[in-house]
């Protein structure tokens, strides 16, 4: 019997709602929005399978992708595979989602800036009929 060697960077966190998100994901804050940074910055793990619901920020978001592998899709494009190392640059007001892929979890560091006080708007879940048609590729 083996063990399993822990390679997470940040502890997993805190499970996420289900409201905004499909299956198991966790966020473990980093930086909150303070008077020097318009934006906070969280880790955030999704178990295989699971899934942002779709959304936009008013302001952007970036995607640091530190482990595993998953998707990213704008809403009307082809989703792109996002493994660990690669850099997603989420544009102001795009409607998008991201997660694991489902044979994968996968981790990354959230950097959402704010306008005002809002960072997120949440919208419609991904339907399983999307998520499995990314998953085919």
Do not use: C
């Not at 990213?72 to 102001?92: F, H, L, S």
């Amino acid at each position: 019997m083996t063990a399993e060697i822990n390679t997470a960077i940040f502890p997993k966190g805190t499970k996420l709602s289900n409201d905004w998100f499909s299956g198991d994901a966790f966020l473990h804050p980093l930086l909150a929005k303070d008077k020097n940074n318009e934006f906070a910055m969280g880790s955030v793990t999704f178990e295989p399978g699971a899934r942002t619901h779709w959304h936009t920020h008013p302001k952007g978001q970036v995607l640091i992708i530190t482990e595993g592998a998953g998707f990213y899709q704008e809403r009307g494009k082809p989703a792109q595979a996002i493994k660990k190392g690669d850099v997603v640059n989420i544009p102001e007001g795009v409607e998008h989602w991201h997660g694991a892929a489902s044979s994968s979890k996968v981790v990354h560091i959230a950097i959402t800036n704010y306008q005002g006080e809002e960072n997120v708007v949440w919208l419609n879940p991904v339907t399983d009929e999307e998520y499995n048609h990314v998953n085919k590729k």
